[in-house]
C-alpha cells in the first residue's frame, strides 16, 4: 500500500517538526494535501515547502474539507488541542500521528485508545525514544530482573525552560495580524491574547500545556514504564514551589504508589522537575562512572553533572539500573550500578529479548502499509503512559494533598476538587 495523501497540522511548532516526520522520516511519504496553523507565518513557510497543499488556520474545517479522502493526519498543536483534533481524524477513519503528551486529561488519553479500537486504524504517539533499541533492551532487561526486584524509580528534568510559577498578565495587547487567536484557544475557555502564551511558553499555563511533567514524563519515564508496566497507580502526591493554578509550579516533586503487578513487586515512582533531583547517594561517583570508552569521569567534574541533568535511575535490591538523558536512548552512558561498579549496557552479556524497530515513524508508515501496530499506539500504550503521567497533575493542583485513584473509573476518591483535571469543559464549539 502507498501512503497517498497526509494532512499535517503545524500550529505552533517549529517546522522541522512537520519537515522531519513527512519528508525524512517516512520511508515512502505521500502528497501532503493540507497544512494547518495559527500561525500565518509557519503556514506561509509550510506552503513553500508543499505549494499544492491546501492552508488552513481551523483544523476543523480542514478535517472537514479534506478529511475523507486522506490517509493520515499529524497532530503537532499544544496540549489541549491533540485530543480535538485527534479524534476528528479517528473519526473519518483515518491513520493518526500525534505529539507527546498525547493528551491534555486522563479521560481524553482513554477517550483516544477507546476511539482508536474503534475506528480499526494505526496510530502513534510522538515519544520517538519509544524506538530505540537501547530504550527497549533496558526495559527487557528490567523485566528479567537485572536489577532484581525493583522498589524505587527516579525520573527528573531540566525543565522547564519556559516560564512556569507567574500570574495571568493584567495587559490586554492586539492580537497581532498573523495570528488567529480564537483558533489558538480551540477548546479553551476565552482569554485575550498576550505573548506568554504563545509561541513555545503555553506550555507553562494549565488551560494550554501540561507542565514539564507532561512535556517530558512521555520521554524519560518511558522505560521504566515499559519494563516495569507502570500504569494505574493507586496514589500520588507533590511538593510544589511557585504554584498559583494559573500556570504549573516553577519546580516540583510528585510520588508515585503503584501496587504489585502480575509479580512484579510494589514500586515508588518519584519525579523531580525544576532544579530538584533524587538524592546524591543513590548515583554512581564519578570515580565509579565511566565514560564509552571505560574511562572514569572523575577529572571531568562538568561531564559528570552534564550527564546527570536530565534522566532516569530504576533502584532494585541486586543494583541500579542509570539512563542518563531524555530519551532512554544513550547508549554511551547507560548502564547498571552494582556491587560498586558501573557497567555500561554494550558489556551486559545477559541476553534478552525485544523486538527491533527500523525508526519511531517508519513504524507508523509500515503499518499503514499492512505492516504490524507502532509500539506507542494510542490503544496499547501511549493511552495508558499519558493516563499515567497525567495522574501527577492531578496531585500538582492539590499541592500536598495525597490523591487517592480510582483507575478503573478516572475518580480521585478523596478529592473531588480536583476532577475538573480529570475531566474538562470545552467551549467554542469543540468537543472530543
Known sequence: MH????????????????????????PSPGDIVGICDIDDGNLSKASDKWPKALKFYDYRKMIEKLG?????????????????AAALSLKAGNHTFTQKPLTHTIEEARHLATLAKEAGVQTQMGNQGTASSTLRR??????????????????????PVWPQGGGRPTDTPEVPAHIHWNEFLGPAKH?????????FKW??????GTGALGDMACHTLNMPFMGLDLFDPTSVVAETEG??????????????EFPEYNGRAAVTLHWYDGGFKPPRSLFPTRTQFVDSNGK?????NQKYARLLNTGTLVVGDKGSMLSPGDYGHDTRTTGVFAND????????????????????????????????????????????????????NLAVYANGKKIQWDAKNMVPTNAPEVAHIVRKEYHNGYEI
Not at 147 to 157: A, I, L, R, Y
Not at 191 to 199: C, E, G, L
Not at 296 to 300: E, G, N
Not at 363 to 385: D, H, M, W
Request: glycine share 6%; hydrophobic share 35%.
Open 3 to 26: 501512503i497517498r495523501k497526509c494532512l499535517a497540522m503545524i500550529h505552533n511548532l517549529e517546522q522541522k517538526i512537520i519537515l522531519v516526520f513527512q519528508t525524512r522520516q517516512l
Open 68 to 84: 475523507d479522502n486522506v490517509d493520515a493526519i499529524t497532530v503537532s498543536t499544544p496540549d489541549h488541542n491533540h485530543a480535538p
Open 138 to 159: 533496558s526495559a527487557a532487561l528490567l523485566k528479567a530482573g537485572i536489577v532484581g526486584k525493583v522498589s524505587e524509580v527516579h525520573v527528573w528534568t531540566n525543565r
Open 191 to 199: 482569554r485575550p491574547y498576550h505573548p506568554s502564551y504563545t509561541p
Open 203 to 208: 506550555r507553562g499555563w494549565w488551560d494550554f
Open 243 to 256: 504554584h498559583n493554578k494559573e500556570t504549573y509550579p516553577s519546580k516540583c516533586k510528585i510520588v508515585f
Open 296 to 300: 572514569p569521569l572523575a577529572a571531568d
Open 341 to 392: 561498579e558501573y557497567t555500561l549496557l554494550g558489556n551486559i552479556k545477559q541476553e534478552v529479548e525485544y523486538p527491533e524497530s527500523p525508526g519511531h515513524f517508519t513504524e507508523l508508515a509500515n503499518a499503514i502499509k499492512g505492516g504490524p501496530a507502532p509500539v506507542s499506539s494510542f490503544q496499547t500504550y501511549s493511552g495508558r503512559l499519558t493516563e499515567t503521567i497525567l495522574l501527577g
